[in-house]
């Protein structure tokens, strides 16, 4: 188990979990035409973007250090802490990404995850474990995402972005996401290292699951067997049963392949109590 002591958000809500949940509470999306480049011509032109062209390395850093002081630590504290980063897809260390760690006073920087969509939970979950095994008392974790030319152009020409300007996971007449900027950064500890610290949790990670469908290189699994094997092993871990569960946050892609398969990995995990239990998506 793990307990977060310290977190930052930057999303096209404002900066700051405040923002973040205000925005969410509201249920108004942080959607606005894009105009950080030229998308005449693009079926979409809406995502979820930050004013002006934010660099992603100098707002990760922003927010590590915001996180490592919400959560109290000390210049040698965050000596001895490692930094786990996670990147959408980007395989490539910068000069400036690879200095982050350092610049933030924190170990090194121990690994980058690059799952896309699931980089950054991937990367908690890695942290946790972690702790767990006792391999570090703390870990910082820090992720983030900006929309660029290239990435919108890329999804865009798949034909994967909603077109009309709104995304509908699971909803009749859903036609896929849209993107947006998003960047975050998480102090995991462990409990004890918590507690002798003095720090107060403001959330605790009891348990995590990861998988694969292993099925095709970009639709999943019809029945959602990975999804179900992801949510089965975190609830083990855990040591909950489905009837625990009091929300799902979904993937929500909201395309015809993705939701369905989604659904049916959770009906398949947590069985009648799929039917009861709330479930949305961040990405609209």
């Not at 310290?6 to 205000?22: I, Q, V």
């Not at 660099?55 to 590590?64: G, I, N, R, S, Y």
């Not at 039917?275 to 961040?282: C, G, L, M, N, Q």
């Amino acid at each position: 188990m793990a307990v977060i002591t310290g977190l930052a958000t930057l999303t096209a809500y404002g900066s700051g979990p405040e923002h973040l949940w205000t925005g969410l509470l509201s249920g108004e999306p942080a959607l606005s035409p894009v105009t950080r480049f030229e998308v005449t011509g693009r079926r979409a032109r809406y995502a979820a973007t930050l004013p002006g062209s934010p660099d992603l390395t100098a707002e990760l850093a922003a927010l590590v250090d915001r996180a490592c002081t919400g959560a109290g630590l000390t210049g040698a504290e965050r000596a001895v802490t490692p930094l786990l980063l996670a990147r959408h897809l980007t395989t490539a260390v910068d000069p400036p990404t690879a200095s982050l760690a350092a610049d933030c006073g924190l170990l090194g920087l121990q690994r980058i995850h690059t799952g896309a969509c699931a980089a950054a939970a991937s990367a908690v979950a890695d942290a946790a474990a972690q702790l767990a095994l006792g391999e570090h008392p703390r870990l910082v974790v820090a992720a983030g995402h900006l929309v660029t030319e290239d990435t919108f152009a890329s999804f865009d020409s798949s034909g994967v972005l909603a077109p009309d300007g709104i995304a509908r996971p699971f909803s009749t007449g859903r036609r896929g996401p849209l993107l947006g900027d998003g960047a975050g950064a998480l102090v995991l500890e462990s409990p004890a290292e918590a507690r002798r610290r003095g720090a107060t949790p403001l959330a605790r990670i009891a348990g995590w699951g990861q998988a694969g469908d292993a099925h095709h290189v970009a639709r999943p699994h019809p029945a959602g067997l990975g999804t179900a094997r992801a949510v089965a092993a975190a609830l083990h871990r855990a040591g909950l049963g489905p009837d625990a569960v009091g929300y799902v946050n979904a993937h929500g892609t909201a395309t015809p392949a993705f939701d369905p398969s989604e659904a049916a990995g959770l009906h398949r995990a947590l069985g009648p109590h799929a039917a009861r239990v709330p479930v949305s998506s961040t990405k609209p």
